[in-house]
């Protein structure tokens, strides 16, 4: 076993540190080692036998040594890698020789490598239009990348508690604005669109980010092509820039996020040509040319403008070439050009609004529609309001004088019905009260048709079934439209027959495709049914209420789903590229593609490097656990002292809320006044921290974190090298196919989605979504001559079946075979091959590893739960509620993954905190 016992002197005679740290993981011991080094005596206290936490090499098998929990290497910060000198203590990095290996049952594979030429190759091989746009895709990816890397070195700064002292608070102040300084200079670098598309990352699900970057990279190279082709041919013209030295550039266009802008002369030909270029490109891609938004602006004095803009189809509009009355260019800080604006504006005053005419605008139909109502007569004129005065047209007789004495007692009698004051009411509502959807509802035209509202909602359909049919009668659900607004493109023209174009009506009802499968039901039911022109007219009457009518409600409901269903799938491209980078999205983690916010996993999984070479992820000779002995030795070098055996039971608080040590199991207790944590914040604050010491809503914020995760690692003994039939390069040795991670069951997104299903079911998936590597394939010392040793990072396994239980053997040994079952489909004779191996569920995880939930990252990577969030909303800065205590492990800023950077980050936080207590 690695380093037991590994001490330096007889720990038992030194009972005071400087700092204690609470678990040996890789994050632990570089925190020990920054801390050492910054002059502290530092011990680390290791719960198992062995160091190194998750990232851990452990003879399980005789004769075969595994990565047993974590299994490649790439997020190690670079920084690191070089402050501890780890090469020079004995890290070896083994680099595959593919990156990433995708077989498929049909015999196809997709095998990409670290050369852009060779991935070109492969992806083409299913999708020349991905093809073209991954080096884009890698590309944005990668300056995203070089954005985090700020962030993931450097401590988050906001945090609910502050210094009390004003020099302290002060400093922590100026640290602050330099960080969101940098932050902001590292955004704008970004650009606009960058900026927007790093957004859409964080914020979407995976599905999405794939669909949005690889369709919307690839319309875009189209159009540009199509513009430097029609530019070649003569057809346009645009300006040329000239240079000092050479003979400058010319420009056609322009291409932003969503825009483009076109230089071309004044000329009909040149701009028929613009449409019909316009034109052809809507054709092809399936994307809608917005006319109506575009807008033309003339340079100089151009005469046939109206007659350019007819053929376009798009607006006027003029380059601003004044601001607030001055010139663009001209001297803004000299004041004999601002003199002549301000006396302008002074002259003026506030003459020359129009901001009542544009109210006064709507008056005509808004008065329509409001009263006034006489409350107590505050608000009324008598001089110009129309008010009745009593005027008799003769003199009354005597016999009269009664009956006007009782008209005028009426009159008198009848006060104010309300003490309130007189009000305008609005005749739209019955409150009186105006709301603007009366008002919309009474401008806008009447509805053509009358909704069959009864015939949707009354049905005894399922209600996800019913919305379906829902969208089908407002015309919302034609594929065309919602994968154009997806950046995708789709010709017009139905899926099923390819001979008529794509309506609502024809893709339901009318298609021959359609018309079969309805006749097929109709023959079923035995009865004749005529097919109405309008889906919505086939939905009246699917309200009535005898026993065949309410079962032939069913039908339009039924075969909808049927005809829909089949069409979306078949509209999916290349999805065996979308799967295989999806796949990364969910490593670790209980969320789907589909689920917001996993686009970040993706990207986490992309930033770190192998000798400067983004996502390469490497194997480490000698298994995972050589990463933790070179940190180790590091520590050691600069004084770390590490103590394995020795678990922790709880922390020794004060009275006053500061920390003074730790207990041990065995009740042997070390002081120390500075404590770092590299356990999950569960563990640490729910069961080594005494509640009375913490505040209420920070228990609950701790409590209420998801620790939820769907993993499960196998590692596997095989006496053979699994051989996939799909791909058999080198057959029968080791090939380049093995040496990358292997993905089973990330065919398409959907299996990934309905494997992500199965586990939200609360069962394991039925066809488990796997990272399968062979490290042995690269590393000779971890297997006897012949034999490998596999690992298998399988999801989704939820913590606690619903249809059995993680301790019962048969349940175990069901769900692996069910694994092994799987890669014989695509590497025959692999179940044969096994040896032996070693199961990780997610209680296993928690058991083995304290592993909260069996979850690798310490706690969800969702947006929720990362950078000023993580481990909770004010205290990301690694400091916590107990003064002395820290956080370092992955459940801290910047998150999971062999990555160093919350043990680094913690330990600078620990150093300037003694730094100002020293002071």
């Given amino acids: 076993m690695w380093l037991r016992g590994f001490s330096s002197v007889p720990i038992k005679e030194k009972k005071k540190w400087d700092a204690l740290v609470i678990g040996a993981g890789h994050n632990g011991l570089i925190a020990a080692t920054y801390l050492a080094r910054g002059g502290l005596t530092v011990a680390v206290l290791e719960r198992r036998h062995v160091i190194g936490g998750a990232a851990v090499t452990e003879e399980i098998i005789p004769g075969f040594k595994f990565s047993r929990c974590s299994y490649l290497q790439s997020l190690l910060r670079p920084s690191i890698v070089r402050e501890l000198e780890l090469v020079k203590h004995g890290l070896k990095l083994l680099k595959p020789l593919c990156t990433s290996f995708t077989p498929c049952l049909d015999g196809r594979y997709l095998l990409l490598w670290p050369n852009d030429d060779q991935n070109y190759l492969e992806i083409s091989k299913f999708s020349k239009r991905d093809a073209d746009a991954y080096p884009r895709y890698e590309s944005q990816l990668h300056k995203f990348c070089k954005f985090m890397d700020f962030l993931l070195e450097s401590h988050a700064p906001e945090t609910l508690h502050g210094d009390s002292y004003l020099i302290d608070w002060l400093r922590d102040k100026l640290h602050k604005s330099v960080f969101w300084t940098r932050c902001l200079q590292h955004a704008l670098s970004l650009g606009q669109k960058d900026l927007v598309d790093f957004m859409d990352l964080l914020l979407s699900p995976t599905s999405k980010v794939l669909n949005m970057w690889f369709e919307f990279l690839v319309m875009m190279e189209v159009l540009n092509k199509m513009m430097k082709k029609a530019k070649g041919a003569g057809l346009l013209q645009g300006f040329r820039a000239n240079g000092r030295r050479d003979g400058g550039v010319c420009v056609s266009h322009l291409l932003f996020a969503n825009d483009m802008i076109l230089f071309c002369d004044a000329y009909e030909e040149q701009i028929l040509h613009v449409r019909m270029l316009l034109l052809c490109f809507q054709a092809v891609t399936g994307l809608k040319v917005n006319a109506l938004k575009s807008e033309m602006v003339p340079i100089g004095e151009v005469p046939n403008i109206h007659i350019l803009v007819e053929i376009l189809g798009c607006r006027i509009r003029s380059l601003p070439m004044t601001y607030l009355g001055m010139p663009l260019g001209a001297s803004h800080k000299s004041p004999t050009v601002w003199n002549p604006i301000l006396e302008k504006i002074e002259r003026r005053g506030v003459h020359g609004s129009g901001l009542w005419r544009s109210i006064h605008m709507g008056w005509e139909d808004f008065s329509k529609n409001i009263r006034f109502e006489v409350g107590v007569g505050d608000r009324m004129k008598l001089w110009t309001d129309q008010c009745w005065d009593v005027h008799f047209t003769r003199r009354r007789n005597d016999w009269e004088m009664g009956g006007v004495d009782d008209f005028l007692r009426t009159l008198g009698s009848n006060l104010p019905p309300t003490e309130n004051g007189d009000h305008l009411r609005w005749k739209l509502t019955k409150n009186g009260d105006f709301d603007v959807r009366s008002f919309y509802n009474k401008l806008r035209s009447p509805l053509p048709i009358i909704f069959p509202w009864k015939g949707v909602w009354k049905v005894k359909a399922l209600r996800r079934v019913s919305f379906f049919v829902w969208t089908a009668v407002w015309d919302i659900i034609l594929t065309g439209d919602n994968l154009r607004g997806r950046w995708m493109d789709f010709v017009d023209q139905c899926i099923m027959c390819r001979s008529n174009g794509e309506t609502v009506d024809h893709l339901l009802l009318h298609c021959g495709k359609a018309y079969r499968l309805w006749s097929l039901v109709f023959r079923s039911f035995g009865f004749s049914w005529v097919l109405l022109r309008l889906v919505a007219d086939t939905l009246f009457g699917g309200h009535l209420r005898t026993w065949r009518v309410q079962m032939t409600s069913f039908l339009p409901f039924s075969v909808a789903l049927c005809l829909t269903g089949p069409g979306l799938r078949d509209s999916t491209l290349s999805d065996v590229v979308k799967a295989t980078f999806a796949a990364d999205s969910i490593i670790g983690t209980m969320a789907s593609i589909h689920t917001p916010g996993s686009g970040y996993v993706l990207l986490h999984h992309v930033m770190g490097e192998t000798d400067g070479e983004r996502n390469i992820w490497s194997h480490v000779e000698g298994g995972m656990g050589s990463v933790s002995l070179a940190i180790s030795k590091a520590a050691k070098e600069a004084g ?10 709880k922390l020794v608080i004060e009275d006053s809320g500061i920390v003074n040590g730790v207990l041990l199991t065995d009740g042997e207790q070390f002081c120390s006044s ?29 409590k209420n974190s998801d620790y939820r995760s769907g993993t499960t690692k196998i590692n596997v003994a095989v006496d053979k090298l699994p051989q996939f039939k799909s791909c058999r390069l080198n057959y029968p040795e080791v090939g380049p196919q093995h040496t990358a991670t ?6 398409s997104m959907e299996q990934i989605g309905s494997a992500c299903q199965d586990a939200w079911n609360g069962l394991p998936s039925r066809t488990p979504v796997m990272e399968m590597t062979i490290p042995s394939s690269l590393d000779k010392t971890l297997s006897p001559p012949g034999k490998h040793v596999v690992g298998l990072f399988t999801q989704y396994t939820p913590y606690k079946p619903s249809d059995g239980s993680w301790e019962d053997p048969i349940y175990r040994e069901s769900y692996a075979q069910r694994c092994f079952n799987l890669i014989d489909e695509y590497a025959p004779g692999f179940s044969s091959s096994v040896i032996g191996y070693d199961m990780l569920t997610p209680p296993d995880l928690e058991r083995e590893f304290s592993l909260t939930g069996g979850n690798i990252f310490h706690g969800a990577m969702g947006l929720d739960s ?54």
């Avoid at 292997?742 to 065919?747: A, N, V, Y």
Wanted: charged content about 20%; hydrophobic content about 40%; aromatic content about 8%.
């Fill in 640 to 649: 770390v002292h590490i103590l394995t055996n020795a678990e922790v039971s």
């Fill in 866 to 919: 990362l950078f000023l969030m993580r481990p909770i909303k004010g205290w990301s800065d690694h400091r916590t509620p107990i003064r002395g205590l820290y956080m370092c492990g992955s459940g801290s800023h910047p998150g999971g993954g062999v990555m160093g950077a919350p043990g680094r980050n913690a330990a600078h936080v620990v150093l300037q905190d003694v730094k100002k207590r020293s002071r």
């Fill in 742 to 747: 292997i993905r089973i069951g990330s065919e």
């Fill in 674 to 702: 500075i404590i770092l944590s590299n356990a999950t914040p569960y563990k640490t604050f729910m069961e080594l921290v005494p509640q009375n010491f913490l505040p209420d809503g920070f228990v609950r914020a701790i």
